[in-house]
C-alpha cells in the first residue's frame, strides 16, 4: 500500500501540466487500491475467524477425553477384570467371521468365530479368556479377524470400543489426533461411534 501510494503522488507531482492525468486512469488506480485494501482486511478477519475455530475444536477436544469411542485399530490393554467391546467390519456377503488375539510376543493366544451380519458390521464382545476359559494375564494384546467369503478369507477390520486418554490438536479438524488407551493414536474422522 506504501509503495502505491507513493508512486501514485509522484505521478500526480511530475505530470505535465498541459496534460494532466486522465480521470478514468486515476479512478481505476483508487478502485485498485481499495480492493488491495478489502483483500488485506478480508485476510486478516479470515484469519482471526481461523484461530477462534482453532480455540473452540480444542475446548471441544478436551471434553472429549475420558470418554470411549469405537474406532479401528485392533490394540488393547486386557485389565485383571472386565471384557472388551468391538466390531468387526467385513463384506456383508461373508458367511463366517474368525478373530484372533496375539500377545505382546505376537504369540496366537485365543480364537473366535461368530456368524456374519448382513450388515456387514458384527459386534462381539471378548471375555479375556483363552480356548480353555482361563484368563489371560493382563497386558497388550493385538486382534485381527478374516472375512469368509465364498472358498477365500478375506482381512477385515477390527474396530474397539476404547476410552480417549489425551488429545492432540493440529491445524484443522482432520489434523485432530485421539491418543487412545490401547496405545493407538486415531484421526477423529476414522471414530466410528462415540459409546
Not at 36 to 48: A, L, R, Y
Not at 102 to 112: C, N, P, Q
Not at 176 to 186: A, I
Amino acid at each position: 500500500q506504501d509503495e502505491f501510494l507513493e508512486l501514485m503522488i509522484a505521478q500526480i507531482q511530475h505530470q505535465d501540466p498541459f496534460e494532466p492525468m486522465d480521470n478514468g486512469q486515476f479512478i481505476a488506480q483508487m478502485a485498485q487500491f481499495s480492493m488491495v485494501d478489502g483483500i488485506q482486511k478480508m485476510e486478516g478477519s479470515i484469519n482471526q475467524l481461523s484461530s477462534s475455530m482453532t480455540s473452540s475444536q480444542a475446548l471441544t477436544a478436551t471434553s472429549l477425553v475420558g470418554r470411549s469411542v469405537m474406532a479401528p485399530g485392533g490394540a488393547f490393554t486386557l485389565s485383571e477384570v472386565g471384557e472388551v467391546n468391538g466390531s468387526i467390519i467385513a463384506d456383508p456377503a461373508a458367511s463366517a467371521l474368525t478373530m484372533d488375539v496375539f500377545d505382546a510376543a505376537g504369540a496366537l493366544v485365543a480364537r473366535r468365530e461368530f456368524s456374519a451380519s448382513s450388515d456387514g458390521v458384527t459386534r462381539f464382545r471378548f471375555d479375556g479368556r483363552d480356548a480353555s476359559g482361563a484368563r489371560l494375564p493382563p497386558g497388550s494384546y493385538r486382534m485381527q479377524a478374516q472375512a469368509q467369503v465364498g472358498s477365500t478369507a478375506d482381512a477385515a477390520q477390527v474396530a474397539l470400543a476404547q476410552r480417549i486418554d489425551s488429545v492432540t490438536i493440529g491445524a484443522g479438524l482432520d489434523d485432530l489426533k485421539l491418543n487412545l488407551d490401547g496405545g493407538e493414536t486415531v484421526g477423529f474422522s476414522s471414530v466410528q461411534e462415540f459409546l
